[in-house]
């Protein structure tokens, strides 16, 4: 967090950290957030891993339509779309996050991804059966 509060020159008192979950729908959103925003404050939006911030993204959606600011995403481990602030690794077309909003994580971890016909461990009969939360 020391990173996250030099670069917004905040005190963390001054704002306000959501964690997004996964698997969300707008209900899961609405009850999630039992928490008035105010206009103009400021909101990191958090989450355990970032895959292309869809989910972060519905959240930053829901506190903006709320009066909110989103000033950062921050997560404990990007998965590579997504371009974490001080990697050299380049944005995916996949990222859904807005590139004006810094994203901020403890790493990029980076894994080779095939389509099923092109799986090695699919063609020696593995079967996938936890796909990411967005089937990613």
Known sequence: MKLVREFLNKSISELN?????????KINIERMMAFEVKKDEKYIICEDIITTGGSALEVAKQIQNNGGKIVAF?????????????????ISKK??????IKLFALDDFIFEMYESENCPLCKNGS?????GSRGN
């Open 127 to 131: 079967i996938a059966y936890k796909p």
């Open 95 to 100: 990222c859904e996050l807005p590139k004006n």
């Open 74 to 90: 921050a997560a404990l481990a990007n998965r590579g779309f997504c371009q974490r602030f001080g990697s050299n690794t380049k």
């Open 17 to 25: 950290i959501v964690f997004a979950p996964f698997k969300l729908s």
